[in-house]
């Protein structure tokens, strides 16, 4: 790939807590500086809005799909540059399990080892979702 060219990664962790547990920690933005490493190391509520404000893309303003029964996680991700990136995030019942898949969007220009470092970082994140939620 070039770069140009539309492209779409799913990445996914299969996680032994059943789906109701993982959603509802996965679903509070509270929770996503213990799990979710790309948005920072804080996020905040602030004037109705989430803001994470040590993000490694600088302050960006996240925007999440309402709580649903359907287990979607989506989310949008406001960049300082005003770009805005969709990320759909799902949370599955596999039996007594969950499965969290992500699927990870190439953004226009983007390298091939750019995506991939998204890939790697998104990754991580999904793995330390699992270790939370099995070890709780």
Known sequence: MNGT?????????HIDRPVEDVYAYASDPANLPAWAHGLG????????????????????????????????????????????IYNPVRVIADGPQSEVVFTLRRRPGMSDADFQRDAAKVTADLSRLKGLMESA
């Open 41 to 84: 190391g804080s996020i905040e509520k602030v004037d109705g809005q989430w803001v994470a404000e040590s993000s490694p893309m600088g302050r960006v303003l996240v925007t999440f799909a309402p709580v649903n029964e359907l287990g979607v996680l989506d989310h949008d991700v406001t960049l300082p540059s005003g770009e805005t």
């Open 5 to 13: 060219d539309k492209e779409s990664r799913h990445l996914s962790v």
